[in-house]
């Protein structure tokens, strides 16, 4: 067998190690824009070859699946799936594991995502505004922000998955500080159109969302078109530095405890949050026309206003939360890519270690805002005492030259995993680990990595937030008030924006429009 894959970080390393797992013993071939030498051993090591090309090119993709006549495509990433890769290969008959590009709007566009949950009265959702451009935002806001409680409070985002750049979240309730937040609110949209004026392909350029608290969590699934199977949950933690400081990040690290649950969710919480993921995949399904045939997912935070609420979607496996479910993958990945393609999921029996992992991100300092002080500083790791320790190595955003060196891309350079009985034995297993200088750049250039990621003092903080959160969702379930929002506005009264604020009534508190699905 022939299985071809695309993309070149942490999370394909991963994918091409249960590929090759596998006991149809295939021979892997890869496409991707820098050479992983992870992936590119064990592609060398199955018989197979490793092409440098553009992943987001569909011509150029499935030529090199039609030139080496592989079996099946699987793709990593999202981009090539938002760009038409998976629609091209499948064109010319090749199977494919990943989201077609209509399909895959549920992640492209965090717009259109909300737009279907609303539209389909899909749980656990959230009140938002889109805006093509920075003075439409600005005119709104300064508008109504006074009108509207939850304007005030807000998640600023960019409207298309943009590698977890971009987001902030402000909460506006000193009157001493309103200017400042203000003033903050208007520079950060003006980041934002800037930002996405590189990204052609939608139409909205700013999310404004209600902003909620609660701990977060990814519910990472596989997908027929017909069935759709949850695996163990994971916790990724994005920000830089450790208690959840500094800039977000592409994921710095993360968890999962024994079993399906995190230490903080409830069983009963996973099937709420499984439900959710399996609606919207109804929705987009029944919006297109087609069938969802690969990975998805559901970032998810407990919340107060609705319980388990869906924050974004992924079409793809997370990175770094893809390297935990894959390493704990017990069924043989293969069968399961072909019960995918043939429908027939439900009819496999998928296995996962009972064991606790995590996996910790080292990146090159100036990651990640400064990546070009990140770039091209070589690399050395010792990966016979990664092994010898107890741990395992993924190589992420770096590229093997033809000198057999290996250089920094400017992202996170290796992932660490490790597995354990509990997680906090995990976590210390990786930290040993590293303070043995296991990964370093040549040049003396520094690396970072967070401590922090599965420690118990981070775990208990999730779980008592967690304990806050589901005291209220559940006595808001209980009087009837889930999901139930109020303001007042002077001069009008008390409004609900789900189900009573239309569009007429918004015109008469100063005009504009709001737009809740």
Request: proline residues 3%.
């Amino acid at each position: 067998m022939r299985i071809m894959g695309v993309g070149g970080g942490s999370r394909e390393h991963a994918l091409a190690e249960a590929i090759a797992r596998s006991g149809h013993e295939p021979r892997i071939f890869w496409v991707s824009e820098d050479r992983n030498p992870g992936i590119y051993r064990l592609v060398k090591g199955t018989g197979g070859e490793y092409a440098l090309t553009r992943i987001t090119d569909p011509l150029k993709v499935a030529s090199f699946a039609e030139q080496w006549g592989v079996d099946m495509v699987v793709i990593g990433p999202e981009e090539p799936n938002f760009h038409g890769v998976v629609d091209e290969v499948e064109r010319r008959g090749i199977p494919c594991i990943g989201a077609r590009k209509r399909l895959s709007i549920l992640e492209m566009s965090k717009a259109e995502m909300r737009r279907i949950q609303w539209r389909y009265g899909i749980s656990g959702k959230l009140l938002f505004k889109t805006y093509r451009s920075y003075m439409e935002a600005i005119k709104d806001l300064e508008e109504h922000s006074e009108l509207l409680s939850w304007l005030q409070n807000v998640a600023l985002k960019p409207a298309r998955q943009a590698g977890g750049k971009g987001v902030k979240v402000i909460e506006d309730v000193q009157v001493y500080l309103h200017g400042e937040k203000s003033r903050f609110k208007q520079r950060h949209m003006r980041w934002l159109e800037d930002y996405m004026s590189g990204y052609a392909d939608i139409e909205d350029k700013i999310l404004v969302e209600e902003k909620v608290w609660g701990p977060e969590y990814t519910l990472q699934c596989f997908v027929d078109g017909r069935t759709v199977i949850g695996m163990p949950l994971v916790q990724d933690n994005k920000h830089a530095h450790e208690y959840d400081i500094g800039p977000e990040t592409g994921g710095m690290g993360s968890y999962t405890g024994k079993g399906f649950l995190l230490p903080f969710i409830t069983r009963e919480e996973y099937e709420r949050s499984l439900s959710i993921v399996k609606s919207m995949i109804d929705a987009v399904q029944k919006e297109t026309g087609e069938r969802y045939h690969g990975f998805v997912a559901g970032q998810m935070m407990l919340t107060e206003i609705e319980g388990p609420t869906l924050i974004e979607m992924y079409s793809r496996l997370g990175d770094p939360e893809g390297v935990n479910v894959l390493a704990m993958l017990e069924t043989d990945i293969i069968d399961i890519f072909e019960a995918i393609i043939d429908e027939r999921l439900s009819a496999v029996k998928i296995r996962f270690s009972d064991v606790a992992t995590v996996v910790k991100a080292v990146a090159p300092k100036g990651y990640p805002d400064f990546r070009d002080l990140a770039r091209d500083h070589p690399v050395e790791v010792d990966e016979a005492l990664i092994e010898k320790l107890g741990c395992k190595l993924y190589w992420g955003s770096v590229h093997l030259d033809d000198s057999g060196q290996v250089l920094t891309k400017g992202s996170r350079v290796v992932e660490i995993l490790a597995f354990g009985e509990t997680t906090q034995e995990a976590s210390q297993k990786i930290e040993d680990c590293l303070a043995r200088g296991i990964v370093r750049l040549l040049d003396g250039w520094g690396l970072f990595h967070r401590s922090d990621i599965g420690s118990e003092e981070m775990i208990r903080k999730r779980m008592e937030m967690a304990e806050r959160v589901r005291r209220l969702y559940t006595y808001r379930e209980r009087m009837g008030i889930l999901g139930k929002r109020v303001d007042w506005i002077p001069r009008i009264g008390k409004i609900d924006p789900v189900k009573e604020l239309s569009h007429e009534l918004f015109s008469r508190v100063g005009g504009g429009s709001y737009e809740s699905g």
